[in-house]
């Protein structure tokens, strides 16, 4: 099917909407959109970040997903204590593929799953005192941890356990960091509102530990990589371009990321910042409080990467800007010969998105150098500024939708029948059964990196083996086949 037309975009959207009580239908209505690249501000077009609508199948997840699976999880070197029931740090452990570098059990705990357990007594009589135990078991059984954070589950907000107070205690019985998060899984509309509760714990309890430590030397090219949760080895990826440039990449957080790196950020030059939606909001408290510039950067794709090499090069001096260039010109012999492999295998191809973070748009560059085309894009859990950036990103006429609900991403696709989906593990079997390649884009369905000129590679190879599988062809909906015969 032909890409629709603006009319046709809008009617699809209108006719899928008709299924909706009027209730559901006014408040559906505001967050699915017709793209137009010339509006400044997304919010005149598509409105975000709002509750879901009671009774719809959301996609999105809780404000402990937010801090404890993506800001908190991947910091390698310190316990994570999910503070409640069993169920949701099972849940929230070694999901993402964060890689690290370490010995588990010994200096790093990312796959571990660390709970208070709790049990019907806990909820009647609090947890105070069982969180102060599994603190002290903690540092018994494993010395080498550099800090613990306490992430807050549900019952944890109901019942009012004083995790500060806990923290602060044993965090100066055992003169180690001990932190608080109150990522209480009801809070906020999504996994958004978990993102912001973690970096502020950050700020207060982690930020400014080593503000007057004069024994790491400060260079003049130090810059954090930060929000880069090392999917499949991405941030290792990345890091290979900015070491190349000359730049020295003092942290890294929070994927292979530690404690230290963490304390020594407000040490660096430039904060670059990859998934925007997560931490950009401890870049502008560094920015306001030290004076760090800080930027966004897509390492997705050719284009996008030597894009956002010049840029992070125009804030140092002519030395890094001309490194900056010759990393470029080194793989462009490399990245030439992927596109001449994979892009006459995938020109033309359509693809629809829906995924968190940032990559609803950062991919967007990776795919077109490709020749291919996104004919759909949404988020789970955007803000308003995330769609402000996306619009400019999009063509005339493309679907957008915010938490999209089950119902309304299959009659897009089914309508649309774009060639590729790149969405979540919800979404995943359901069209795979339909017939419809998929590739998992929140954990790269196994594979990666897909940062830089390394990952690039493996994802155009990715690319080609979904949207070119010949197992499409044979494959039907169950509830799309002819019923059989009565019995």
């Known amino acids: 099917m032909a890409t629709l037309t603006r009319d046709e975009a809008q009617a699809l959207i209108q006719e899928v909407l ?9 408040d559906r209505a505001k967050h699915l959109a017709v793209n137009d690249p010339s509006v400044e501000q997304s919010k005149k077009c598509i409105i975000s970040n709002r509750k879901s609508q009671p009774g719809v199948m959301t996609i999105r997840g809780c404000a402990y997903a937010g801090s404890k699976g993506v800001v908190w999880g991947p910091i390698k070197d310190m316990v994570h204590i999910s503070h409640g029931p069993v169920g949701c740090g099972a849940y929230s452990r070694a999901g993402r593929r964060n890689y690290y570098v370490g010995h588990t059990g010994v200096n790093t705990f990312g796959t571990m799953n660390f709970t208070s357990d709790f049990q019907e007594k806990d909820i009647v009589f609090g947890g105070d005192k069982k969180l102060e135990k599994l603190i002290d078991e903690i540092n018994t059984l494993f010395p080498l941890v550099k800090g613990i954070s306490v992430q807050s589950e549900c019952p944890i907000g109901l019942i009012g356990d004083d995790i500060e107070a806990v923290s602060k205690k044993k965090g100066k019985e055992l003169d180690k960091p001990i932190v608080p998060v109150r990522c209480e899984g009801f809070r906020g509309v999504s996994q958004s509102l978990g993102h912001h509760i973690a970096n502020d714990a950050i700020r207060d309890w982690v930020i400014g530990n080593r503000d007057g430590d004069t024994s790491f030397e400060v260079g003049p090219y130090d810059v954090a990589v930060i929000g880069d949760y090392n999917i499949g080895g991405d941030a290792w990826a990345s890091r290979i371009l900015l070491e190349e440039m ?4 003092v942290a890294q957080w929070s994927g292979d990321g530690t404690l230290s790196e963490m304390e020594l950020t407000p040490k660096v030059k430039l904060n670059l910042i ?3 939606r997560s931490m950009n909001y401890i870049s502008r408290f560094m920015e306001e409080k030290y004076g760090i510039p800080w930027m966004e950067y897509n390492f997705f794709g050719p284009t996008k990467i030597a ?4 840029k992070i090069a125009a804030f140092f001096d002519e030395t890094i800007q001309a490194n900056a260039e010759k990393v470029i010109e080194k ?8 596109i001449a492999k994979y892009r006459p295998r995938l020109e033309g191809k359509r693809v629809m998105l829906y995924v968190g973070g940032l990559r609803p ?3 967007v560059g990776a795919y077109e150098d490709l020749g291919m085309e996104v004919v ?3 988020y789970e859990f955007a803000h308003n500024d995330d769609y402000d950036r996306t619009m400019k990103e999009m063509g005339e006429a493309t679907l957008l939708y915010d938490d999209v609900t089950g119902y309304e991403f299959e009659e897009f696709v089914k309508r649309v029948k774009p060639d590729l989906i790149g969405s979540g593990i919800k979404e995943k079997y359901i069209f795979q059964k339909m017939g419809v390649p998929f590739r998992q884009m929140h954990s790269w369905d196994y594979s990666g990196p897909y940062h830089g000129y390394d990952g690039f590679a493996i994802f155009a190879r990715d690319m080609d083996m979904t949207v070119n599988n010949p197992c499409w062809n044979s494959m039907q909906a169950p509830w799309l086949k002819k019923d059989a015969a009565s019995a």
């Open 18 to 26: 008709e299924a909706y009580p009027d209730k559901a239908k006014k």
């Open 246 to 249: 000359g730049l020295r990449v």
């Open 274 to 276: 990859h998934c925007y």
């Open 376 to 378: 759909g894009t949404g």
């Open 331 to 338: 793989y462009k012999a490399e990245y030439d010969a992927i």
């Open 307 to 310: 894009e956002s090499l010049r």
């Open 361 to 363: 748009r950062h991919v």
